[in-house]
């Protein structure tokens, strides 16, 4: 069975793109994430990958509260991907 990414997912990772306060290297990994996701066969994998990424970009003490928080959201979300 092929895991599907959800579409809160892809929402969060578009917002993130999409937002010219967050940090040019978090808008680039956003968008190295969603590709990964949507192109891969093992989903779970690539959630796990994601994850680890978004751990790291989340220690930044510069990056602004909201993006952060997105952050958050997303590592969330991949959480629930990984597991089932």
Same mark, same amino acid.
């Given at each position: 069975m092929v895991k599907k990414v959800p579409e809160g997912v892809l929402d969060i990772l578009e917002r993130l793109i999409q937002d010219d306060t967050a940090?040019?290297?978090?808008? @680039? #990994?956003?968008?190295?994430? !969603?590709? @990964? #996701?949507?192109?891969?066969? !093992?989903?779970?994998v690539e959630a796990a990958s994601a994850i680890t990424i978004l751990e790291d970009i989340s220690a930044d003490p510069n990056l602004p509260m909201h993006v952060r928080t997105m952050i958050w959201n997303l590592a969330s979300q991949l959480e629930r991907i990984s597991v089932e």
């Open positions: 940090p040019k290297n978090v808008r @680039r #990994l956003a968008g190295e994430i !969603k590709e @990964r #996701l949507i192109s891969s066969k !093992k989903v779970s």
